[in-house]
Structure formats: C-alpha cells, structure tokens
C-alpha cells in the first residue's frame, strides 16, 4: 500500500512538472509571437510613415459598372474584376493621412492615393517573374518587398528547350541564346496571360533582379500624376486606375526609351532626389536629350518604345493587345523587342507611357557574374566583391541592412560625392511646347 502511495505521488508530482513546464512554453511562444508582431508593424510603420506622401494601405478601390480600359468601355460581361476587398467604410469615405503631390490645381483624390498606398502599389497585382530553381533571387526579391510595404506573386520563368517549336509566334534565329529568347519571350507572354485570365484590371511585373530606389512609394505617386495629367483624366470622377484610365502599357524599368516624335508633352518632375546623376546614367540605347533640363529633374512622356523589361504595367486591354500581336500574330523576335514595336507602331493603337531617368533599374549582385541572367549562358568569369544597381541613388538592396533596422533615413547613395542634397519638395508641371529633347 505505502509504495503504491509514493508511485501515485510521484505520478502526480510529474503531471504537475509537466503542466507547469507546458504553461512555460506555451508563455514564451506567445511573447515571442507578439514581439514579431511588433517588428512587423514596426516595419510597416516605417515606410508608411516616413515617405514623401505617407500613409498605411487600405484597400482599392472597387470598379463602377462601367468603366474605360485602352480606349473602349468594358461591360460588364467582360470587364475584368478587382477583387477590392471589404470594409464597413465606403473607399469614398476614407481619407489619406498625408497629401499626395500637386501639379497646379491638379493632385490625385483620396481613393487614388489610399489604393497607391496599398501592398500592390496600386495595381491590381504584382508579379515578379523568377526561374524555378533561383531562389537565390526570389529571396531576395521577398526581402526587398517587404522591406518597400508591397507583395507579389510568383510567375515561373521559362526555359526556352521546353516550348515546343509549334508553340512559337515565328521562326526564331537559330544561335547562342535562342533558348533564353525564347524562355523570356513565353514568360512574358504568360504574364499577359495571366491578366486576362484573372481579369485583372491593371498590373505590374518585375523582373527578378530588379532594384529601387528607398523612396519607391514617392516616386509612384509622382508617376501616377504624371500619368493622370498626360492622359487629361478629368478631376470631377475618380479613375478606374490610380495612374489614370486609356494606357496600355507605363514602362517604368528599362536600358532606352524614345518619346513620340512630334509629341512634346511632357510632366516635369523637378528638385528629385532620387533621379539618377548625369554621370552615371547607363543605358543601351535611345534616351531623352536632358540638356534642356536640371539635373534633378525626372520627365515623363508619351513613348514610342522601350527595351528591357526590368519592369512595366499593363491593363487589361494591353495585355489582350500583347497575346494578339506577340503570340498570335507571327513574331519572332526578343519580347523587348516586340513591345518597343507595339509602342511605335500608331496603327495598333498600343498607348505607353514612359519614364526617364527610370525608376526600377537592373541589379547585379556580389559574387560570379555567371549568376547575373538566366537568358544568358552563364559563362561569365568575373567575381564582384560588390554589388550594384544601374541608376537607383539609394538602391533598396544596397541598404538592405539599414532597412532591416529601421534606419532608412541613413539609407546612402551610390554616388555621395555627385548626389546633390536637395531641400524642399519635389515641383511637378507640365509641358506641351516644343522641346528638342528626342534623339535623333
């Protein structure tokens, strides 16, 4: 009898033991996920707080019945959906908690900035386009994200030695690269698809070795007025889009870009700290003459053609442009290519509107150079002990750390010793005389 008493003591000494140790435990991993609760919102306060025009995302803005997409009034048979989430409050209703920019009398009304404040940036997605496999660049396109306040999806990229040959829009030069302009151009190609498949109204895709500047979330709403005033959208109604409604494509990632010949209007972006200093501006082609111009000024225009596809939006209607001329038709080019062609080319009605100096740009990362694309061959031989962004001042990825300790506003240049410190706020006007700033 006394050693099964001490056996039951035991056994009860030990269920309590356990209790307390799993009382502990369960203690520890709440506190534990409540801190990172509070290192996520305090890195969400972070660039909604301390950016030009601030202000934490909402949601967007749901679609009317009716609505412009390139031109021509979608139904609602086949408008594409917004998938706008719910609130008790009317988007009409809701109010920013700082001012966007102003162009005169113009400026972009409530719901527009709320919806640019969002964790699409104002579209209806984000997409960035990765090779399965690189996960080296899908995280570090996570990181640099989350970092911004936005999110994405994952659209796979494609090895051209797996499109079937009957699957092609022409007949592609046979050499070194085919396969990876193949793969580019099918990767595109399903990004277009996606839209239309999703109904998208408008979205964005970035390439997976895209950088930005800290101030990104500035720079789009500059854009998105930029965008708004070329495109005359009348300030008595909001538009469907933030960046204005009737656009097929905005290039906001590219190597070269060449206004509309004849075409003079343009929306002045000036005293812009982050526009990228004359001498290190690189490019591989065609760009706007900006002699007639202050070094911190950023234009914007109407384009007759990019190339590079760091990163661009299309509507809805663009993308349907896009399937019907780079996939049904016979074409047989790099994708980049294509789209410059589209822009250029008046009779297919492809309306694009560029930046420049652009505002996403190409990044290489320390280590092989053999790594850098997955169009290429990667033969490359060079070993960086650095890495680097083409024309983004205060590269996101180069300030990784910064950002990660909520140290933004120590964010550094590039190139500290030819960036000007600027003071004031950014001054946007617009233009519509004649400016010889097309090159030749």
């Known amino acids: 009898m006394l050693g099964r008493g001490v056996g039951d003591a035991r056994r009860k000494i030990t269920l309590i033991v356990l209790l307390g140790c799993f009382l502990v435990i369960s203690l520890v991993a709440f506190r534990r996920q ?57 988007l009409s209703e809701k109010k920013p908690v700082a001012p966007g920019p102003k162009l005169g009398d113009r400026s972009l009304p409530d719901a527009n900035l709320i919806a640019l404040r969002n964790e699409t940036l104002g579209f209806e997605q984000v997409y960035v386009l990765n090779v399965p496999g690189r996960t080296d660049k899908s995280d570090a396109m996570r990181l640099t994200s989350s970092l911004t306040g936005f ?27 085919k396969n990876g302009v193949i793969g580019c151009w099918r990767g595109h190609m399903n990004f277009a698809h996606t839209i239309i498949k999703n109904r998208h109204a408008t979205a964005l895709i970035l390439e997976d070795d895209a950088d930005w500047d800290v101030d990104f979330r500035s720079q789009l709403e500059l854009v998105a007025l930029g965008s708004q005033t070329l495109l005359d959208t009348p300030q008595t109604t909001d538009p ?27 929306v002045l972006m000036k005293n812009d700290p982050t526009v990228t200093p004359p001498s290190h501006r690189v490019n591989f082609g065609g760009v706007p003459d900006m002699t007639p111009y202050d070094n911190s000024t950023r234009i914007m225009y109407f384009t007759k053609g990019s190339t590079c596809t760091y990163a661009y939006a299309l509507s809805f209607h663009g993308a349907q442009k896009v399937l019907k001329w780079l996939s049904m038709d016979v074409y047989n080019k790099p994708v980049d290519f294509g789209l410059h062609d589209m822009c250029a080319e008046k009779e297919r009605g492809f309306k694009c509107l560029g930046v420049f100096p652009q ?45 990660i300790d909520g140290k933004r506003d120590e964010a550094t240049s590039q190139w500290p010793e030819d960036t000007p ?20």
């Open 359 to 403: 505002i996403i740009g190409d990044h290489k990362p320390a280590g092989g150079a053999n790594k850098d694309s997955d169009i290429g061959d990667g033969k490359a031989t060079k070993v960086r002990e650095r890495g680097f962004s083409y024309n983004i001042v205060r590269s996101t990825r180069l300030n990784v750390d910064l950002l």
């Open 240 to 266: 469907l889009s933030p960046y204005g409604d009737g656009w097929d494509l905005i290039w906001l990632g590219h190597c070269a870009s060449q206004p509309i010949d004849g075409d003079y209007r343009r």
């Open 34 to 90: 409540e801190q990172i609760k509070d290192i996520i919102q305090d890195q969400t306060n972070q660039w909604s707080n301390v950016s030009v025009h601030e202000t934490k995302p909402v949601t967007r803005p749901a679609e009317p019945s009716l609505e412009e997409q390139g031109g021509r009034t979608v139904t609602p048979a086949d408008k594409p959906s917004t998938t706008a989430e719910k609130s008790k409050t009317p």
């Open 421 to 440: 410190t600027l003071t004031g706020p950014v001054e946007v006007e617009i233009r519509d005389h004649r400016v010889d700033d097309t090159p030749d």
């Open 151 to 177: 999110n994405f999806e994952i659209i796979n990229g494609v090895s051209g030695k797996n499109v079937p040959a009957k699957a092609l829009s022409g007949v592609f030069e046979d050499g070194e690269g």
